[in-house]
């Protein structure tokens, strides 16, 4: 799931696959809100904005997820290598009630392709996991290491993981192909992965790596009614001529 000393990239070479050598791919204004959360409101406040909360009645100490996305200048970028889409931050306290399960990130970025600009959205799924903060004697936490290692030492790490909603992600299509925002996962100490184990009484602060992805369009089968027009015109096609 890990891989060592990544580079974020923030400039790449011209794009090639499907596009003309000259044009690259150009990215800016990236932007994300939380649009989904389990559970809803009350338990979880803030859906529609960059940042949602959970747990204790005091604001100060409760947990949450916040993104703040790349505000720097356009960049380029190259199909297939990873970039800094921004960075997630993990606000994590020891909470009483109902922790959050799972939360929806939209993503929204301007993407160049071809000389072209398009709005890309994508969504980006981030499961919750707030495990036990006090293993029984004996026991380790759920990351596996003990309540003396260093991420346990305020109480058991939680877990954060993600993946792509890409049935809710928009793409841009160019000739037989279609692109979309994709992401790669959390760079955080020099190391990208899928899941995030965060300190309790901490925030963790993480670059979320975006990539740009693109497959096949998918062509529609011609429809019932389609193909018993082709039987009908090469009945008739072939009668025809017969009788010439």
Same mark, same amino acid.
């Given at each position: ?81 990873? +970039?800094?889409? @921004? !960075?997630?931050? *993990? ?6 009630? #109902?922790?959050? &399960? $799972? ?83 959390? +760079?955080?100490? @020099? !190391?990208?992965? *899928? ?6 009484? #901490?925030?963790? &602060? $993480? ?38």
């Amino acid at each position: 799931m890990k891989h060592s000393a990544i580079t974020l990239i923030l400039c790449s070479s011209a794009f090639v696959t499907g596009l003309a050598a000259a044009s690259p791919i150009k990215i800016a204004d990236v932007t994300g809100s939380w649009v989904n959360v389990t559970p809803g409101a009350p338990v979880v406040s803030g859906l529609n904005t960059d940042t949602i909360k959970w747990g204790n009645s005091n604001p100060d100490y409760q947990s949450g997820y916040a993104f703040l996305g790349n505000a720097a200048p356009a960049f380029h970028a190259t199909e297939g290598e990873e +970039f800094s889409l @921004g !960075e997630f931050m *993990h606000f994590n306290h020891p909470i009483g009630g #109902t922790p959050l &399960t $799972s939360a929806e990130l939209k993503v929204t970025a301007m993407v160049n392709l071809d000389g072209v600009s398009q709005i890309l959205e994508s969504i980006f799924q981030f499961d919750h996991w707030e495990t036990v903060n006090g293993p029984a004697a004996g026991e380790t936490c759920a990351n596996g290491e003990s309540r003396e290692s260093t991420i346990n030492q305020y109480g058991c790490a939680d877990r954060v993981t993600l993946a792509l909603n890409e049935s809710s992600s928009s793409y841009y299509a160019i000739g037989s192909k279609k692109y979309y925002l994709d992401i790669t996962g959390f +760079f955080q100490d @020099g !190391e990208l992965a *899928h899941e995030l184990w965060t300190q309790e009484r #901490t925030t963790s &602060t $993480s670059l979320l790596s975006g990539i740009i992805r693109s497959s096949a369009l998918e062509v529609p089968e011609p429809s019932s009614f389609a193909l018993v027009a082709l039987s009908l015109l090469g009945f008739f096609s072939r009668k025809m001529w017969r009788r010439g």
